[in-house]
């Protein structure tokens, strides 16, 4: 989910004793857009207006623009088209009775000219920052 390169390499021994080391090409992964997206819901959680949060993901390896200050990168993939992620809460934040907030959180995602939008409601337990979907 860092957007790191991969360089997958081989060792191996040889009867004297010393080392071979070889590595093939790097994988570049395009994990941006889902820390994007976890961003962006982190800060609709905590909102006190229903605005979105919006980021674009450009896919040539360029900063990203993201409002709300957070930048993220990704990778050369060609003449793709960016990938544009967004959270915006769409009701009000709710306490529970075992301590923990609720919020109802849309989250879009535009890739490749498809969009998906869903609606989830996140939870956060009392004391903890992290953010997990309401299970039914």
Known sequence: KTGATILPFTIRRHPDGRFFVTHDE??????????????ATQRAFVA????????????????A???GGVSATNTPTGSAQPTVV???PVGPAA???DGSTCRPIEM??????????????FCQAAGSNDLKPLQV
């Open 95 to 97: 306490k529970r009775t």
């Open 26 to 39: 790097p994988i570049r992964v395009s994990s941006t857009d889902d820390a994007a997206l976890a961003e």
């Open 108 to 121: 879009t995602a535009t890739k490749n000219g498809q969009t998906t939008t869903e609606t989830t409601t």
């Open 65 to 67: 623009s993201a409002s």
């Open 86 to 88: 967004s959270a915006k």
């Open 48 to 63: 006190d207006t229903n605005q979105p949060t919006t980021y674009t993901v450009e896919p040539t390896g360029r900063q």
